[in-house]
C-alpha cells in the first residue's frame, strides 16, 4: 500500500467478518467496506429473527434499513468523515420485490440533504443472515 493509504477500525460499528477494515482512506476518499445491520459485540442482528438453522425466518426490511445507517455513520464519524460527506452509496437487497419500496422511503429521509450517487442492486444473498448492505463512498478532509 502507498503512504497515502491507511486502513481504519471503528470501536463502535459491528465487528468485520473477514479480513477487511471497516475502511480505508485514499487521498481525500474514504471507502467503506460492506455495511450490514449488525450490532457490535452480539451475534443478533437488529430486524431480523432466525430459525434453529440460522436461517432468516422473518425479517423487517426498515428496522434493517436504520440499524445499516447508523452504522455508516457510526464509522464515518469515527474515522473523520461525516454522512453528509458521502459521495457513492452501492446497496445490495436480497429481496427487491418485496423491500425496495420500504428502503427506498428511508433512503430518501435519511438522505433528505445529501444525496450521493446510488445504485441498488439485488443479490440472492449475503456472507450473514441479512437482507441489506451498503458498500460506501465519502470525501475526507
Not at 471507502?31 to 451475534?43: A, D, E, I, M, N
Not at 468523515?81 to 422511503?105: I, R
Request: glycine share 6%; charged share 25%.
Amino acid at each position: 500500500m502507498s503512504e497515502d493509504s491507511q486502513a481504519f477500525e471503528s470501536s463502535k460499528a459491528p465487528e468485520p467478518v473477514g479480513a477487511y477494515p471497516h475502511a480505508r482512506r485514499v487521498g481525500n476518499l474514504l471507502f467503506l467496506s460492506g455495511v450490514g445491520p449488525r450490532q457490535r459485540g452480539t451475534k443478533a442482528i437488529p430486524g431480523v429473527t432466525l430459525d434453529g438453522r440460522g436461517d432468516i425466518s422473518d425479517y423487517c426490511i426498515e428496522t434493517q434499513c436504520r440499524s445499516v445507517f447508523d452504522n455508516v455513520r457510526l464509522i464515518l464519524e469515527e474515522a473523520g468523515s461525516s454522512w453528509e460527506q458521502l459521495v457513492d452509496v452501492t446497496v445490495f437487497l436480497t429481496n427487491m420485490k418485496d423491500d425496495f419500496a420500504a428502503y427506498n422511503k428511508l433512503y430518501a429521509e435519511y438522505f433528505a440533504s445529501n444525496r450521493p450517487c446510488r445504485t441498488t442492486v439485488e443479490i440472492s444473498s449475503l456472507p450473514t443472515p441479512i437482507a441489506i448492505e451498503l458498500k460506501c463512498i465519502a470525501t475526507i478532509d
